[in-house]
């Protein structure tokens, strides 16, 4: 067993650090805890999904990776955000169903362009893989709006109509997405 005492690397601009432990005889990663400081939010999930997800903030959390002698990874990420900060959602099919299904299709759409910009006072991020499945846990809560927030209303057709609309406010976000992937490494890019 080779046990590390504490490493520690600048990324995202700032430290992560923990104490790796692998096992040489069965070539596993038998554990590696990261404690995660004040990293840059953007970069930090940028290869998680870009097209699905991105945010603008600083993060905080920890990161715990293992690995069998086979060689597939499984762990989790929980990240919590130091501050106010923008959240991105792009198209995600799993978000579209649980709004339409909540508020019908028209508005679920109106919602999801809402969603593009989410500012946001509170969040957290939960990233897990384990097996063959992977799972990412959001949470957010909306930052109060200003004047500088606010959209021009815009022509939408709702039930067949055509209306003049306004931005939906999505007050609470809170969503399970499954990520079907192969690998701990496919999870990053779903």
């Known amino acids: 067993m080779l046990t590390f005492d504490r490493i520690s690397a600048q990324i995202f601009g700032e430290e992560i650090s923990g104490a790796p432990r692998m096992d040489l005889a069965a070539q596993a990663l038998q554990g590696l805890d990261l404690r995660i400081k004040s990293i840059d939010a953007h970069q930090a999930v940028a290869n998680i999904s870009p097209a699905h997800l991105d945010a603008e903030g600083v993060?905080?959390?920890?990161?715990?990776?293992?690995?069998?002698?086979?060689?597939?990874?499984s762990g989790h990420a929980d990240l919590s955000f130091d501050g106010p900060g923008i959240l991105r959602i792009g198209q995600i099919d799993a978000l579209q169903r649980m709004l339409a299904g909540s508020f019908g299709a028209d508005t679920a759409s109106l919602a999801m362009h809402d969603l593009e910009r989410y500012p946001f006072m509170e969040g957290t991020l939960h990233l897990e893989r384990a097996g063959l499945n992977s799972e990412l846990k959001i949470h957010f809560v909306r930052e109060i709006r200003t004047n500088a927030d606010r959209m021009a209303p815009?022509?939408?057709?709702?039930?067949?109509?055509?209306?003049?609309?306004?931005?939906?406010?999505?007050p609470k976000i809170d969503l399970t997405i499954p990520i079907a992937v192969k690998s701990f490494a496919d999870t990053f890019r779903w």
């Open 59 to 73: 993060v905080s959390g920890i990161l715990h990776v293992e690995s069998s002698g086979e060689g597939d990874l």
């Open 154 to 170: 815009r022509k939408e057709i709702i039930n067949g109509r055509e209306v003049w609309v306004g931005p939906v406010v999505v």
